[in-house]
């Protein structure tokens, strides 16, 4: 198997099988990320994906999740990705080809083209959306815009498309977020992904976000802060969808079945957020700087 750079996947996708079909990713200039440094964008050679898929047909010919592996597959063309999900259902034919997308590859392709490639096997698709609030999605370099989420994510749901997308808490900074995540629901309200993957900002040392957290710039959220823009958000979500936030960085990992389940999760984290001492605070967030200097 052929794999350049870290193999980046959701961790609801740890059970698939891994295809390399870019490396790096198209963007690259989100100020907290720092995954694909080193790794410019490219496509990875015909030869060496199918190469890797009798590979992987050999030892898992029925395997039901395929990974396309890479920043934003979804951002080649149509007629690429069309060769490769042929590829992909040659060696796997019962697989579900999942994959990441941003936001501004949706803007990019029409629904009709989306259709096209969800019948080939394109049927699930990963976009980190961040966050529904502009002056965030400004400050930390993401090249779109709220409205942008919304007419892209839109286009998928036309096109009949699968979709996930990924909320990243406490990119607001202190103070932010409680508003920030009511900005993140009303937009989301307008929506209808399957599952949210909500995980939650871990500084990164290396990134232009860490520069400006050590120059004093961004000031990082408490964790009182994290557990309420989370409680926040799910408090002025109305629209069913499954929220998934057993993520690494989180200190409260739950999932929950949403609108029937708020009220619930709503309370534990209202628990959370109660419960929440100093001398906590401080281990929660001596775990997570410790986990990311590594």
């Known amino acids: 198997m052929h794999y350049n750079g870290p193999v980046i996947r959701p961790q609801t996708d740890a059970d698939s099988v891994f295809i390399e079909v870019t490396v790096g990713c198209t963007h690259d200039s989100c100020t907290f990320c720092n995954f694909y440094d080193g790794y410019p964008f490219r496509v990875a050679p015909l030869e060496q994906v199918e190469a890797d898929l009798k590979e992987a ?50 803007l990019r392709r029409s629904v009709e083209d989306m259709r096209y490639l969800k019948q080939l096997g394109f049927e699930d698709i990963v976009v980190g959306i961040e966050s529904g609030d502009d002056e965030v999605l400004t400050h930390t370099k993401k090249g779109y815009t709220a409205a942008d989420i919304l ?88 629209n069913e969808i499954v929220v998934f936030s057993a993520t690494s960085t989180n200190s409260m990992p739950f999932v929950v079945h949403m609108p029937f389940e708020k009220a619930e999760i709503v309370q534990k984290l209202d628990a959370a957020i109660d419960s929440m001492t100093d001398e906590k605070e401080a281990r929660i967030v001596e775990s997570r700087h410790r986990m990311t200097s590594v």
């Open 151 to 238: 007419e892209g994510c839109k286009k998928l749901e036309q096109a009949g498309v699968d979709y996930r997308v990924i909320y990243l808490g406490g990119l607001a900074g202190h103070g932010k977020a409680h508003e920030s995540a009511k900005k993140s629901a009303a937009l989301l309200n307008q929506l209808h992904p399957y599952l949210m993957i909500l995980t939650t900002l871990a500084i990164l040392p290396g990134t232009e976000l860490y520069d400006e957290w050590h120059a004093g710039i961004f000031q990082e959220v408490t964790e009182r802060e994290r557990l309420d823009e989370f409680r926040t958000l799910l408090a002025n979500m109305n």
């Open 57 to 106: 047909a050999q030892y898992n010919p029925h395997a039901k999740k395929v990974w396309a592996s890479g920043g934003n597959p979804y951002a080649l063309s149509t007629e690429k990705l069309a060769v490769l999900a042929k590829l992909f259902k040659k060696y796997l034919p019962e697989g579900r080809i999942s994959t990441y997308a941003r936001v501004d590859d949706l």
